[in-house]
Nanobody
Framework: QVQLVESGGGLVQAGGSLRLSCAAP????????MGWYRQAPGKQRELVAS???????NYADSVKGRFTISRNNAKNTLYLQMNSLKPEDTAVYYC????????WGQGTQVTVSS
């Protein structure tokens, strides 16, 4: 089973920005319908953004207007641009399909300080 690789996380102050990336190994092509999930300590993993057939995007209310999901087909990479970050955005972020089909990767840690 394919495992995707997330990167781009880090420590940022509230109000700051980060861009997360999700790439597939080798010649594997990421499917057109994908999502970004996050899991905060002690909480269940939640889907925060999705892109359907490479075009239509959906967002959880908690991130709407601040996060943008996109993909670059030439680079076979999925992105999550996160602006106006809040301490409650602190979590490990993962990429996968909205109905998960890939093996869960290690994710990338995002920590937002107040």
């Amino acid at each position: 089973q394919v495992q995707l690789v997330e990167s781009g996380g880090g420590l940022v102050q509230a109000g700051g920005s980060l861009r997360l990336s999700c790439a597939a190994p080798g010649s594997i092509t990421i499917i057109n319908t994908m999502g970004w999930y996050r899991q905060a300590p002690g909480k269940q993993r939640e889907l925060v953004a999705s892109i359907i057939s490479g075009t239509t995007t959906n967002y959880a209310d908690s991130v709407k207007g601040r996060f943008t999901i996109s993909r670059n087909n030439a680079k076979n990479t999925l992105y999550l641009q996160m602006n106006s970050l809040k301490p409650e955005d602190t979590a490990v972020y993962y990429c996968n399909a909205p109905t998960p089909i890939y093996r869960w990767g290690q994710g990338t840690q995002v920590t937002v300080s107040s």
